[in-house]
């Protein structure tokens, strides 16, 4: 029965390219959907276990968005007093602190960055951020003229690199953290703070800064066993006008947001979804109607009602199959530009697609496709069935 | 089912109409068929002739177990047909009737070639003895061959001309070698040549112990019967 569902389809091309094109789009759009969130919810536990700090002290200005220091690359040239470092080292339960100065790349002619982009500098005294990267790229500290490139920063000139006037050797490229460090430079706070007080450019950005006065940002680790929330608290107390930020609460609200666009989008798919079954359904069933006689000749010839309602299962199987194949491939080629405009316009954390995830949506798809044919073919297959040979045969045939 | 193709012999009643009604209620009533009664014997070659729209197609399907009848009994192969389940007489159709429609009824996505073998892995279902992959291309071959259709073997039925279509059905009706051919118009559409060859190879189906039920609307092939009828006003009269 296979085989003749097979030449039914493969011989009625027009009929069947409309069916098929119906069920890959529906599953092009659920294997992107699918796809793009599950993603981007990895991107955000990623960005979690990789940021390193329980706490983030920014300096307490309307315009500083805890959300734009952690997770996109933009220049964000916020700071504060550099005494506050000391003060927070005196709260109780704060284990480790650990500086840092954003500066920022100008735009810029030949050989060099040529946007504008953060530049993160670290302390490497104190630092136990971005230590275990440098861990990871086999280096215990940086020159001078080294810096860290985030995963997503090209190489420029082979690996150096022309910033604010300077040459710098490129020691190492982070792994993916789906954050605004995949895009950043990182380098020594000496010679940041260097770059900050000599180049004449980068003084108009900032001017009335002295960088060796100021931090954009601390980062804190809680000492073991005490509760973020009572260091914070702590912190509070201290009364620094300082922001402070618990970083699992930015991820926490990220989850939140991001999963109630989520909902939107399964809400939408799965309205789509429903549209879809009731377009299969009305187009099994006109194909069905269509060939009521050679379904009253199948059991004319000895088909049982069994025979017909697998025929109709196996072609809707069949077509279903080949529309899931085709939205998967297309589904999986066009997420991949959609994350990288996505990328553009919003600051999410957002990373690769893997063969796991590809593979896991391509399953799903499958699943999808069962779900649309054999749910659009019961009907129609159930009502062949039951149609009577008789009657089928013999319309506009009886004498 | 009470007995397989094998059990029916020669001059056996294969099949038996017993005061038969049937009656169409489609704005008006008409009754095609009021009270017939018939016996077809093994041998039979029976010729059934009537206008068009008389019933005769009516009665073929009654026999074929395709319609119900209102009230009568319809036997085949000693089986009543209102006391088998719609798979049995599924089973019976398959084995032991072979169907020429009077409309074009192929299917329209397999080949000429393929339209008899799907029909041979359907009874092959049923029987005991299966035939192989080779027999069937063999039996298939044959009756192509026969219909004068052998080189249209790769070609869709609409590739296919009427008289062409009308000898496929032919053939898928005879390819199975049923005990009872019921042949609705088998002669529509076809040359004298062709219409006379169709209905010679009819004939040896009564000859090794079957029988033949034709209805026509003229008297091609009346001669070939043994047994002739006319259907008018829903009652069969002999003819001689």
Redesign the interface.
Known sequence: MWK?AW??L???KGQSFLTILITSLTVMVFVMIFAFYTNFQQGVILSQERLGADILILPNEASTDAYTALYTAKPNNIYMPAEILDAIKKVEGVALASPQLFIQTLNAGCCAVDSETRIVAFDMDTDFVLQPWLAEANLDSLADDQIIIGCNVPAYLGNRVGILGDVFRIAGTMSPTGTGMDETFFMNMDVAKRLAATNENLKEVLPDIDPQAVYSAILIKVQDGCNVADVVANIEKADLNVSIVATDKVVTNMKTQMSMIGQIMIGLWFLLLMVTVLALIGRFTALAQVRQ??M??????????S?VFKLILFEACLLAGIGELMGSILGIYAVGPLINWLQQGFTFSILALTPGLIAQSLLLGIGIAILLGGLAALYPAGKSARL???EV??K???? | MTAGPDAIKANHLLCELKNVVKT?KNGEIVR?LDGVSLRCEAGDFIFIKGP???????LL?LV?G??QADSGEILVDATNLKSIS??DL??L???KIG?I???T??????TVG?NLT??LK??N??TKNKLSKADINEKVAAYLEKLGIADRQDF?PHQLSVGQRRRLMVA?ALITEPRLVLADEPTNDLDDFWANKVIELLQPVSVRGGAVMMVAHNMLGAERGNRRYTLNHGALTPQH
């Open positions: 003749f030449k039914n493969s011989r009625r006689k050679e009253g000749i199948l059991r004319a010839i000895g088909g049982q009602k025979d009577d040979p008789q045969i013999m506009g045939e009886i004498e | 169409y095609p068009s729209g008389i019933g005769k197609s009516t399907y074929g395709l319609l719609d798979y599924t089973i159709r398959a084995t169907f429609f009077q409309e009824s192929l299917f329209q996505a397999l393929e799907f029909t359907i009874i279902q049923y869709l898928r």
